[in-house]
């Protein structure tokens, strides 16, 4: 009988890869608090009609619907209903943005003016699974929701590179542009209005295929030879400008359309400060994929990485479809699943912390009790104690705190802790040190201080 095995697109996780991950979220958690972002959770689903039409775009074919329950379903099924919207009224969450726009307007009543939020939790999407590529997976999500200004680019700009700088990542690049301004010089070489979604469709693939790839899919798509020839001349002469450069080939071919969206870009830059470990720098042709952007967006690339490590942009129009008031909003999402990857790939989580901190090791079942009780000292001292559920030799359990990442066992014999003194075994060095029974938290705290965490 073959093994039971978690659903295609889906995983377990190990208790070593649960640690890391966990850790990997408290590092980014306490990095998006020290800009004085908040934490929130939504439901794992929202009605259907919450992410219909929201600017999803292909996520939104990649729903998991959920089936009405009872005699809803019953009543849907003796129709013969094949439109979903007749059978299903729930769906999961395939992002965390939308969710946050129904969330707002919600609450709005009971949250500050400026809502300044983080999100760390799974998504679904109903993709081919595939390596790398998931059908349920954690998303990371810095947001703020209220203000129209500029100065909220800056601060997800810098909190984001903040937090994967401060992970490991060097030599960070944030690429800046607008959704609209992109539309704009998309429409400048005579695009067809029904064609311009197409041809940003394109444009985002030009960091994976060449121009001529490109070319030839835009013109598969109805959109004339010369445009895309046009189109593509220009991405090519902005790839070797400066900064200044870029702005004024932009500026030039959107004239009066793109003055207040370059405007924007051109704030964003100004109110940036220099970037921890990168840079800040416009890049008219990159796209995104959403439909709900409606100003600025960007990406975050680091050296040595073929792709984004973050994502986001402004999105001022989504709260205002489901609540009817508009709401300015912009936001920046870190690719949890890549970044977590990269880091172990890379070794750059050099030790995760293990199941506990020490093991109290029984060595006759007379020691029982006093392991117990020790155990129960050390936990109200801050010492992760694992106490082993058993008594007798001792090797099998130094064993098992070794497979289980457990760096320290203390032989908990009942008559040396009643003595005052007990023996600490280093299960690395396989050497035994005697601590005295008051100091023990100290001792085993300072060398779990010690070692490397992820």
């Given at each position: 009988?073959?093994?039971?095995?978690?659903?295609?697109?889906?995983?377990?996780?190990?208790?070593?890869?649960?640690?890391?991950?966990e850790?990997?979220?408290?590092?980014?958690?306490?990095?998006y608090?020290?800009?004085?972002?908040?934490?929130?959770?939504?439901?794992?689903?929202?009605?259907?009609?919450?992410?219909l039409?929201k600017?999803?775009?292909?996520?939104?074919?990649?729903?998991?619907?959920?089936?009405?329950?009872?005699?809803?379903?019953?009543?849907?099924?003796?129709?013969?209903?094949?439109?979903?919207?007749?059978?299903?009224?729930?769906?999961?969450?395939?992002?965390?943005t939308?969710?946050?726009?129904?969330?707002?307007?919600?609450?709005?009543?009971?949250?500050?003016?400026?809502?300044k939020?983080?999100?760390?939790?799974?998504?679904w999407?109903?993709?081919?699974a595939?390596?790398?590529?998931?059908?349920?997976?954690?998303?990371?999500?810095?947001?703020?929701?209220?203000?129209?200004?500029?100065?909220?680019?800056?601060?997800?700009?810098?909190?984001?590179?903040?937090?994967?700088a401060?992970?490991?990542?060097?030599?960070?690049?944030?690429?800046?542009?607008?959704?609209?301004?992109?539309?704009?010089?998309v429409?400048?070489?005579?695009?067809?209005?029904?064609?311009?979604?197409?041809?940003v469709?394109?444009?985002?693939?030009?960091?994976?295929?060449?121009?001529?790839?490109?070319?030839?899919?835009?013109?598969?798509?109805?959109?004339?030879?010369?445009a895309?020839?046009?189109?593509?001349?220009?991405?090519?002469?902005?790839?070797?400008?400066?900064?200044?450069?870029?702005?004024?080939a932009?500026?030039?071919?959107?004239?009066?359309?793109?003055?207040?969206?370059?405007g924007?870009?051109?704030?964003?830059?100004?109110?940036?400060?220099?970037?921890?470990?990168?840079?800040l720098?416009?890049?008219?042709?990159l796209?995104?994929?959403?439909?709900?952007?409606?100003?600025?967006?960007?990406?975050?690339?680091?050296?040595?990485v073929?792709f984004?490590?973050?994502?986001?942009?402004?999105?001022?129009?989504?709260?205002?479809?489901?609540?009817?008031?508009?709401?300015?909003?912009?936001?920046?999402?870190i690719?949890?699943e890549?970044?977590?990857?990269?880091?172990?790939?890379?070794?750059?989580?050099?030790?995760?912390?293990?199941?506990?901190?020490?093991l109290?090791?029984?060595?006759?079942?007379?020691?029982?009790?006093?392991?117990?009780?020790?155990?129960?000292?050390?936990?109200?001292?801050?010492v992760?104690?694992?106490?082993?559920?058993?008594?007798?030799?001792?090797?099998?359990?130094?064993?098992?705190?070794?497979?289980?990442?457990i760096?320290?066992?203390?032989?908990?014999?009942?008559?040396?802790?009643a003595?005052?003194?007990?023996?600490?075994?280093?299960?690395?060095?396989?050497?035994?040190?005697?601590?005295?029974?008051?100091?023990?938290a100290?001792?085993?705290?300072?060398?779990?201080s010690?070692?490397?965490?992820?």
């Amino acid at each position: 009988m073959a093994k039971p095995s978690a659903p295609s697109g889906f995983r377990d996780f190990l208790p070593l890869d649960l640690r890391r991950r966990e850790e990997l979220k408290r590092r980014i958690r306490a990095t998006y608090e020290r800009f004085g972002y908040e934490g929130m959770e939504t439901p794992a689903m929202e009605s259907l009609q919450v992410f219909l039409g929201k600017g999803g775009g292909e996520n939104e074919k990649l729903m998991f619907h959920v089936l009405k329950r009872g005699a809803e379903l019953a009543r849907g099924l003796e129709k013969g209903a094949t439109d979903l919207s007749n059978l299903a009224d729930l769906a999961l969450r395939f992002d965390l943005t939308v969710p946050l726009a129904r969330y707002f307007a919600s609450h709005r009543g009971e949250l500050p003016g400026i809502f300044k939020r983080y999100q760390i939790g799974p998504v679904w999407r109903a993709e081919r699974a595939q390596h790398g590529r998931f059908r349920e997976f954690t998303q990371c999500d810095v947001d703020v929701l209220g203000s129209a200004s500029m100065m909220v680019e800056a601060d997800v700009i810098l909190a984001t590179s903040t937090a994967l700088a401060e992970l490991g990542f060097a030599d960070l690049t944030v690429r800046l542009n607008s959704r609209p301004l992109l539309l704009k010089v998309v429409e400048s070489f005579g695009i067809a209005p029904a064609l311009v979604g197409a041809a940003v469709v394109g444009i985002d693939k030009l960091d994976k295929e060449s121009p001529d790839v490109v070319r030839t899919e835009l013109v598969a798509k109805g959109i004339e030879e010369a445009a895309a020839s046009g189109l593509l001349g220009l991405w090519q002469s902005v790839q070797g400008q400066n900064e200044t450069e870029r702005l004024d080939a932009i500026a030039a071919r959107t004239g009066a359309a793109g003055e207040t969206l370059l405007g924007q870009v051109r704030e964003v830059l100004a109110l940036t400060p220099a970037l921890p470990s990168g840079r800040l720098v416009f890049d008219p042709f990159l796209a995104r994929g959403m439909d709900y952007y409606t100003g600025p967006i960007f990406e975050i690339a680091a050296a040595g990485v073929p792709f984004s490590l973050a994502g986001g942009g402004r999105f001022d129009e989504l709260v205002e479809r489901l609540s009817g008031t508009k709401v300015p909003a912009c936001g920046f999402s870190i690719g949890f699943e890549r970044v977590y990857t990269l880091m172990e790939e890379r070794g750059m989580f050099t030790s995760s912390a293990g199941a506990a901190d020490v093991l109290l090791a029984v060595p006759g079942a007379d020691s029982a009790r006093a392991a117990v009780e020790l155990g129960l000292t050390l936990r109200a001292q801050g010492v992760r104690a694992d106490v082993f559920p058993g008594a007798g030799k001792l090797l099998p359990q130094y064993e098992l705190a070794e497979r289980k990442g457990i760096p320290l066992a203390v032989i908990a014999d009942a008559s040396k802790i009643a003595a005052g003194t007990v023996d600490v075994r280093s299960l690395a060095e396989r050497q035994n040190t005697g601590v005295a029974v008051p100091e023990l938290a100290a001792f085993i705290l300072a060398r779990a201080s010690a070692r490397p965490t992820a």
